[in-house]
């Protein structure tokens, strides 16, 4: 290892985002792979905010509309998340309506939070941190497809149960909007650098 | 094309140094002294930066192979069976997409089938022609577009996290009626587990340094 401190920006290197390639910062495409050369992910920031925010906004109708809807001999009853959650609960089934609640109560929100925490803090974090909030989001990029599971709970009970005018159970416009907080909060992870946070860091020790 | 002859023997990764940035803190490294069955973290924030294995894309091949052909069985044979008051139904892996669609859902139908079937299909096929390639030290012109695919691909697939949705279901329909687990269930949840190991075998900084390697 030449010398240990030193990061590929301070050398005027960039790291090709895909296959590790270290090139100049003036290159434009990555001459192994083919992909284009950022510094530092173009945009990260408002990029990020901007998926955030329309995740935000697409969990209110995720949780307030049906998620699924059950219709027995002539009668339809809808479900939302957070009722699944409760019906399963009341069926005694504790352990698996603990896994449904994390993977779309606790999971998502505490994601969003976190994200937004991240993206605040790239400017006006504390200093000596950076470690816990690198920490931090390797986290919310290893756990946000997790949240995916009620959305193919939903997608699986419906080609299972299809037994017409008897049992049949339809997928609620909620399973679209649920699928969508988690598709869009995975880009926005995505599309967050971390790599801003050590340059904040870098910054300040000096 | 990559000439044959002695040279072609020797370890490739050991005689040159292999500089790549932390992805998460951007510090430079260098992982060409990494010895079989070493891996090697970011010393500033810990995060993951590359393990080397020797017969690495043998073993990924193979298990490879043999994930393509059970997610063939998974998808061709019926996936679980409902029984309920004297009527029965059977399900297949692609309705758990399709039947989507007739419910007015194309949008979702497609994401579903996307994250447990063609995402996957789609890496494996490439991760075959990739480590076949790479395995057999051949350089072909499509080799760099392949690892971009599989590279990007990669982070979209949620074969793991449907089978536990599909636990979750097995639960959740046995308190009102009789399920039964088909040839396919038992063929998925051994295609998720081979799929996973595919994955962690496989080590983007060392596949794109035989990449580029090869086509020297």
């Not at chain 1, 910062?25 to 905010?49: D, W």
């Not at chain 1, 219709?71 to 959650?85: A, F, H, P, W």
Request: hydrophobic residues 50%.
């Amino acid at each position: 290892m030449s010398n240990p401190q030193a990061t590929a920006a301070s050398r005027g290197l960039a790291c090709c985002h895909l296959c590790l390639k270290l090139v100049s910062q003036e290159t434009h495409r990555c001459p192994r792979c083919g992909s284009t050369i950022h510094s530092r992910k173009a945009n990260s920031l408002e990029r990020t905010l901007a998926l955030l925010m329309t995740a935000t906004i697409l969990y209110i109708p995720a949780n307030l509309l049906p998620i699924m809807i059950t219709d027995q001999l002539g009668q339809s009853i809808e479900s939302t998340i957070v009722g699944g959650v409760i019906l399963l609960l009341d069926m005694g089934s504790i352990a698996v309506a603990l896994v449904i609640f994390a993977a779309s109560v606790i999971i998502p929100l505490t994601k969003l939070a976190l994200l937004y925490h991240l993206c605040w803090s790239v400017r006006r974090g504390p200093p000596g941190t950076v470690r816990q909030r690198t920490a931090i989001y390797r986290g919310i990029e290893f756990i946000g497809k997790w949240s995916m599971i009620d959305v193919f709970v939903v997608a699986i009970l419906v080609a299972l149960i299809n037994l017409s005018n008897l049992l049949v159970i339809r997928p609620g416009p909620a399973a679209l909007a649920f699928a969508g907080v988690v598709i869009l909060s995975m880009v926005a992870a995505e599309s967050f650098d971390p790599r801003l946070m050590w340059d904040r860091q870098e910054a300040i020790d000096e | 094309m990559a000439t044959e002859g002695e040279a072609n023997r020797v370890n490739p990764r050991r005689s040159v140094p292999d500089y790549l940035a932390c992805r998460s803190c951007d510090l430079i490294f260098d992982v060409s002294m990494l010895r079989d069955g070493e891996s090697a973290s970011c010393t500033r924030c810990a995060a993951f930066l590359s393990r080397y294995t020797a017969n690495q894309f043998e073993q990924v091949a193979a298990v490879a192979l043999a994930a393509l052909v059970l997610l063939g069985l998974g998808c061709s044979y019926p996936f679980m069976l409902l029984k309920f008051n004297g009527l029965e139904s059977a399900m297949t892996l692609p309705q758990v997409s399709l039947n989507l669609i007739s419910h007015g859902m194309p949008v979702l139908s497609f994401c579903v089938a996307g994250f447990i079937i063609v995402i996957p299909a789609v890496v494996l096929l490439l991760l075959l022609a990739m480590t076949g390639a790479i395995a057999t030290e051949r350089h072909y012109r499509w080799l760099p577009w392949v690892g971009r695919v599989i590279f990007t691909l990669k982070s979209w697939s949620m074969v793991e996290v449907f089978f536990l949705g599909v636990l979750v279901s097995l639960v959740k329909v046995s308190r009102m009626a009789t399920v039964e687990m088909g040839v396919a269930f038992w063929a998925y949840a051994a295609f998720s587990v081979l799929f996973v190991l595919a994955m962690s075998g496989l080590d983007r900084a060392q596949s794109w340094r035989r990449i580029e390697w090869l086509s020297q």
